[in-house]
């Protein structure tokens, strides 16, 4: 037998990204064009203030530059303001990147399915 995941919650482009801190991003919504502030799932910026958080930031920036962005949020998100979701620059887990290269730190369970199976 041969059993699918399906993922729930929306996957939708996205472009014009801003890091706010190595969490954070600020982008457009496709095809709305709304803008939010995306709060990276399971991960927690350093202080934005502090030499590595600005090192962070300038990190997450550098990995959303000429990217083809894709956000996935839970199913009931808001689609305006502030909202926590997954962030895919190139097809790369964004906030799994900022992890493992130390620019961010894991924080709390994912509440993405995929993260869930995988624990």
Known sequence: MHLTLITLGYYLPATNPAAIDGATVELELRPSGQQVYLELDGVGAHDPASPRGQHATR????????????????PGSPLVGRVRGRLYADGAD???YMVEQH??????????????RAA
């Open 94 to 96: 964004v906030g799994k």
């Open 103 to 116: 620019h961010a730190r894991p924080v709390g369970p994912h509440d993405h399915p995929e993260a869930a």
């Open 59 to 74: 990190a997450l920036g550098r990995v959303l530059q000429d990217a083809d962005l894709i956000v996935w949020l839970p």
